[in-house]
């Protein structure tokens, strides 16, 4: 193949889409409509909770959610290994961080996490659901509920994973979805708060409602709406397509690379693998014009001076993990050329 084949292909061409984008334009009525009510209900149906709602970005999402559980001067626990977002936005909030360590899954490390709420005053757990693969959810909400914790979901990355037929979003007390562009549901910038809690619900409500008390306008326009509704209609068949190329690249990568091990419904947000070898494998990707991307060359930690457990497994991950393109729109031929590629360049490093 001599075209690149880039990491992303953005899929939000629609004739459907085209019209609704003119019908809002016609009608006068660009924020607060109709469409950002639309998603808001459907969403909540889709993922079977009592309460969502819209908010411009995923960030603001868990900012949100924070200031309903009210983390002020309190531990909150997240994993070493995932977007800074999910740190940030604890501080933000007024909250201590207590970064833990990682399993195989790439997700909260259990273990660490009785021994943190033994030793800690923890008032959240804020386990990442990385790249679309579900965290241990049962043994979670077990720990939280013994321990007297909130769990708050980031569920930024995992729109239709699911564990045990629940879906992301619908395990803790609240949840926080981003719906930025490269997402499984996309609106281009926006994010939501998913609520099971019904105490937080209000709480969110009087976060993101202009009234009597001091607010930030968190508010997405209809067009987005419109935009991530089109998005949400077509995320299971989309989600399947994704976990058909996973699984195409485990079958022929697997006995070479370390794929992330499932956990549930796993929804390939990210494709990743590991090799010793990664920043050589990247760059002879990038020469056969294949896009890739490192995931993540950071822990929360290391970027942001905080309290943390020891973390052998995620700083052994993030030296080694890489992303390949994975997306509906994906062909077979390109998927081939990628994996044949990549076996090529393994063959020619080894020797």
Known sequence: MSKEIPFLRLDIDSPQLEEDILKILRSGRLTRGPYTQQFEEEFKNFLGVSFFRTVNSGTTALYVALRAIDVKDKYVVVPALSFKATIDAVILAGGKPLVLDVDETYTLDINQLEDALKNYDVKVILPVHLFGNMADMPVINELAQKYGAYVLEDAAQAHGASLEGIKAGAWGDIAAFSFYATKNISMGEGGGVAVSNPKLAEK???ITDFGNRPAF???ISEFQAAVGLSS???????NRRRREIAKKYNERLGKYFVP????????YHVYSLRHPQRDLIIKKL???KIGTKIYYDYLLHEIRAVEHFPTPKAEKYKKELFALPIYPSLTEQEVDFIIESLLEILELIQG
């Not at 949400?232 to 989309?238: A, D, P, T, V, W």
């Not at 992330?260 to 929804?267: I, T």
Request: proline share 0%.
């Open 204 to 206: 969110v409500k009087t």
């Open 217 to 219: 306008n968190f508010r």
């Open 232 to 238: 949400l209609r077509r995320i299971e068949e989309n």
């Open 260 to 267: 992330q091990k499932e956990r549930g419904y796993h929804v």
């Open 286 to 288: 990038q020469e056969k």
